[in-house]
Structure formats: C-alpha cells, structure tokens
C-alpha cells in the first residue's frame, strides 16, 4: 500500500463534508479537478472505494468511507499537532478544533468559554456544534466534533465522561403564583397543576424522573423543545415548569417576571461532563479546551 498523502486525506474529508467535491473544493480553495484526482489517488492507496458518486444528488459515502472518514478526521488533527511542535512556535498551541454540546445547556456554558478560551489560546480557531445527544452522538463519531459537554443520561458505553459539576433541578411559577413567594417547594404541591415540559431528550425524562422518584405523576398540558417558549408560558400563568439551567434574569421573552424556586427534598440532580469517544486519542487542542472547562466549570451548580 502507498504512504497516506495528507493533502489527500484533507480533499476527502472537506468533499465528505459537503456532500460534492465542488463544494469540498469551494471550502479548501482548490480546483474541483484536483480534490477530484486527490480522492481517486487515495482510493488507490487503500485499494477501497470512499464514495458513491452520484452526478445529481453528490456524494454519498460507501460503508468503507464511513469507516475511514474519523480515523482521517483524526490523523489530520494530529498532523497540525506534529507539524507545530517542529517550529520555532512550538509551545504555541495552534489548529481547529470544534466542540458539541447539548442543546439546552449551550446558551448557559458555550459563549463564557468560547470568550475565555480564545483570550487563552487565541491561535485555536474554536467552533462549536449545538444539538440533541443522538447528534452529538454523531458527530462525536463521525469526527466533526472532537469533545463534548453533556448530560450525563443515556450516554453509549463507548463515550468516555469527565464530570465536572451537578445540576439540581427547580421549579419555575409566575409571579402571581400562589406559591411565588415561597423560599421552597415540594413537588406534590404542584404535581396536580399544569406543566410546561421541556420536551428534549434526555432532559424530558430526566425532569419526568426527579417526579417519578417522588411517586408522583405530573400533569402536562404542553411540551416543547424550546426553552424560551417554557419560560414565557410560565410567564403568562399557563402552569409551572422544571428546569436545570437558569439564566441570570426573572423575566420571559415577554418581559413577564418569573420565579425560581428551590425543590425541597432531595432531588436527583444531574451531572454535567466532558464527553469524547474513547477510541480517539484527544488533540492538544482537545487537551487544554478540557482543562480549560476544568477551571472554569467545576463549581457547585444550582437552580434558584
């Protein structure tokens, strides 16, 4: 088999990204032609075929480029590590790296970080991917994000976690609740009201869970993926909801003042974690973008 050519490498992944190789060229700034011949020349080394090339739909990946396509996200990840340790900016730490994180918590943990991050490590061109965890699943494994924070619920055996605080649940009324002026609530005071679900998972049976661990059951009147419309409809009296997250102000989108409140008890609370998969050994990049999250996550996390 022929040495691996970098350059090669890096035309598959970009054309596996876009979907044609036009658009994998548009994004590395080469010819269509070249990234074309450049992925033909790494089949022939591999002696496999990468993609189905289909002339009005793109590119589709054959079971053999889904399985090369992380390990090659992979080396060339470890290429910008190697080749920055042999010059006079060594110590310097350089590259892309693009982090996931679920999508209910980004608000509250990505734009900190991504702003004390860059002040840290400027040279580091940190992206991010927000989404559900059967997409930060994906993207995990299929290298478009190298590190992920998490929930710590229904994560596959293969993903390793670092915990690095837990979050308790809490209740959220309208100002004109009957219990807004409370310091704490138990839950079977609002289990017969309506609720306003959060209805992403994990976190929908996470919340569902701390009730469940009560013995009670709630009564939802609505769900939705959005954390904004939970919180507005709390807002105009609609019910009350269970959150983990909580932005520093007490008013909906609306404007409509909210409350906070402690869940009495001894709810389960919840972990927030570094996720990567086990299999790939993390970048340097990944390396301090982790201890970076160390220092400036590892706190104590509460609701109200």
Known sequence: MEPLNLRHLEFFVAAAGSGTMTGGAG???VSQSAISLGVSQLEGA???????????????????????????????????????????EGSEVVGRLAVGCFRTAAPFLLPGLLESFR?????????????????????LRDGRCELALVYDL????????????????????????????ADEVDLADLAAEDMMLLDVPPSAEYLLSVFSAAGLEPVIRHRTSSYELVRSLVGRGLGYALLISRPPGDLSYEGRPITALRLSGDPPSIRVCIARLSS??????AREFATHCRAVLSRPQVGP
Do not use: K, W
């Open 119 to 139: 002040g840290r490590f400027p040279s580091i061109e940190l992206d991010f991917f927000e989404g559900p965890m059967p997409e930060i699943d994906r993207a």
């Open 154 to 181: 229904d994560i596959p055996s293969d993903i390793e976690l670092e915990p690095l605080y837990e979050a308790i649940p809490y209740a959220l009324v309208g100002a004109d609740h009957r219990l807004a002026a």
């Open 27 to 29: 994004n590395l700034g």
């Open 280 to 285: 790939v050994r993390p970048t340097r990049r």
């Open 46 to 88: 591999l002696g496999t075929q990468l993609f189905v090339r289909r002339s009005s739909r793109g590119l589709a990946l054959t079971e053999a480029g889904a399985r090369f396509l992380p390990a090659a996200r992979d080396l060339l990840a470890h290429a910008e590590d190697v080749a920055a340790s042999g010059t006079a």
